[in-house]
């Protein structure tokens, strides 16, 4: 498995949402939670993109046989 790097302003925005007491400190499941819901939001966007790239590229390939049919 490759390594994994976390970028300091999505954890900066993710550090924003979460509910803190009154010492400022954030709870580690509040965290947890946080985290596992902006993995699901962002595979959500990652599926919803590539079915739309391939919905493109099925829509260019039936674009270039007509032409191609046309031509011969």
Do not use: C, W
Request: aromatic share 6%; net charge negative; hydrophobic share 40%.
């Amino acid at each position: 498995m490759g390594s994994q790097t976390f970028d300091r302003d999505l954890a900066n925005e993710l550090f924003e949402h979460i509910p803190t007491n009154y010492k400022g400190l954030v709870k580690i499941e509040d965290f947890i939670d946080l985290v596992i819901q902006a993995d699901i939001a962002l595979n959500e966007k990652i599926n919803k993109a590539n079915h739309f790239l391939k919905n493109q590229i099925e829509e260019q390939s039936r674009i270039q046989n007509k032409n191609r049919q046309m031509v011969l």
